[in-house]
């Protein structure tokens, strides 16, 4: 018998974004028709209720208004269910008072991670690796960026690359390694160098959590420094 392969896409860096219909923890959409005429980074993150991803929803969302300013959509989407992208969402401004403004496609069965290729096996064959693709008010993708599971990525740079493609399309130019529009200040901080506690792996560990001398937000999400 004939072995049926699954195809996995890999869209590329020049290609138009490949197109899906979805609900959103915002409702349905159809992708990237909905967003004509916006900049759109659409990222993926391993799970919800997971502590790197936590801190990058966070940081995502306090820098939503600096996105918006150069008319960029964010996006985001997990192998789950709306309902858990929904107890996520409402978790984080519980635990935090950070509300997360912008949509969570919900992609439960993995099609859509798939048709984008946020898939890596070698990483994990259930979990999205932590993709970026920042896709044009065209529907081009114009940047891609690929993290592991194990390292959460720099809003930073991925504004930076926003202000870069800007840029390059207003004035005609490139720009070199480094670049920056203006001299920043940057605000690292303590908190920047704490690490995630692993989440624990049963409930006694969960329920014991609080107790243990972290940074505690909730059981799933604890910091702590290294000594
Ligand atoms: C996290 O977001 O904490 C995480 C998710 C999947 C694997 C490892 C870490």
């Known amino acids: 018998m004939e072995e049926v392969k699954e195809v996995i ?25 909905d967003f004509k005429g916006q900049w759109v980074v659409f990222f993926s ?13 966070l940081a995502f969302a306090q820098m939503n208004e600096e996105f918006a300013k150069r008319n960029v959509q964010l996006l985001g989407l997990s192998i789950d269910s709306v309902f858990s992208h929904i107890a996520w969402a409402m978790n984080l401004k519980e ?38 693709f920042i896709i044009d008010p065209n529907g081009k993708i114009r940047a891609i960026i690929y993290y592991p599971l194990s390292a959460g990525r720099n809003m930073r740079e991925i504004l930076r690359l926003i ?13 070199p390694a480094n ?5 920043q200040v940057w605000e690292f901080t303590e908190e920047n160098t704490k690490v ?4 624990p792996t049963s409930y006694e560990e969960a329920v014991n959590r609080a107790k243990q001398g972290y940074e505690y937000i909730d059981w799933y999400f604890c910091k702590k420094k290294l000594s």
């Not at 202000?163 to 720009?175: E, I």
């Not at 670049?179 to 001299?183: D, N």
């Open 196 to 199: 995630i506690v692993p989440p």
């Open 163 to 175: 202000d870069a493609l800007q840029t390059a399309d207003k004035h005609g130019v490139a720009t």
């Open 179 to 183: 670049w920056v529009p203006e001299p």
């Open 9 to 33: 896409s890999m869209p590329r860096i020049g290609d138009q974004a490949p197109s899906f219909e979805a609900m959103t923890t915002m409702g349905p959409i159809k992708f990237p028709e």
């Open 45 to 57: 993150h391993p799970a919800d209720f997971t502590p790197v991803c936590s801190t990058e929803f």
């Open 95 to 132: 635990k935090t008072g950070i509300e997360i403004p912008f949509p969570i496609v919900a992609d439960a069965d993995g099609r859509v991670a798939k048709l984008y290729g946020m898939l890596h096996p070698g990483e994990s064959s259930t979990a999205t690796v932590r993709a970026v």
